[in-house]
T-cell receptor, first 114, second 112 residues
């Protein structure tokens, strides 16, 4: 299994541009999550999904959108990028409550907005 | 979910046990304690979790006090590769989302 994969690894955006961060998992996990981590800080939850077609906001959803059309994929969309969105973005997935909430994380996407 | 308190940083000598404390004095009966770590620039990695009994796996041991208000993660023989930020997180057992709320964590520096 590849686990959780994220693309791209690095990206530089200009203010006002848009982009989609890709996340995929091959472990048949129902639950998927997007986090951001600013320098020297802990992770903040942006959005999460408990299954295909179901998404909900986390702690810091403003400026982002998500969709979950399949179990495997959970893309994160940035519209009108701002310097405050410069961060490292991590995607994660887990089984549901019945099998424990151990989350598996991807390697991250490092985004700079200038 | 209950809030956790951890020391900002700790040092440990290579080969010795690393004992990382976590305070969760407002934990409720159905809340689990989870530990993750983040090695520099990588995604966090799950270590262990428990409810009230002590737990052990191939990576670490988790000791939870009888009143469940605090816990200790033990890395029995720390290596340089264990240098990382360690996060203690409380998660409700009835949660339908599995959302993790990360704090600042403890930066563990393992020294030769």
């Amino acid at each position: 299994n590849a686990g959780v994969t994220q693309t791209p690894k690095f990206r530089i955006l200009k203010i006002g541009q848009s982009m989609t961060l890709q996340c995929a998992q091959d472990m048949n996990h129902n639950y998927m999550y997007w986090y951001r981590q600013d320098p020297g800080m802990g992770l903040k939850l942006i959005y999460y999904s408990v299954g295909a077609g179901i998404t909900d906001k986390g702690e810091v959803p403003n400026g982002y959108n998500v969709s979950r059309s399949t179990t495997e994929d959970f893309p994160l969309r940035l519209e009108l990028a701002a310097p405050s969105q410069t961060s490292v973005y991590f995607c994660a997935s887990s089984f549901d409550r019945g099998r424990g909430y151990e989350q598996y994380f991807g390697p991250g996407t490092r985004l700079t907005v200038t | 979910d209950a809030k956790t308190t951890q020391p900002t940083s700790m040092d440990c000598a290579e080969g010795r046990a690393a004992n990382l404390p976590c305070n969760h004095s407002t934990i409720s009966g159905n809340e689990y304690v989870y530990w993750y770590r983040q090695i520099h620039s990588q995604g966090p990695q799950y270590i262990i979790h428990g409810l009230k009994n002590n737990e052990t796996n191939e990576m670490a041991s988790l000791i939870i006090t009888e009143d469940r208000k605090s816990s200790t993660l033990i890395l029995p023989h720390a290596t340089l590769r264990d240098t990382a930020v360690y996060y203690c997180i409380v998660l409700h057992g009835s949660s339908n989302t599995g959302k993790l709320i990360f704090g600042q964590g403890t930066t563990l520096q393992v020294k030769p």
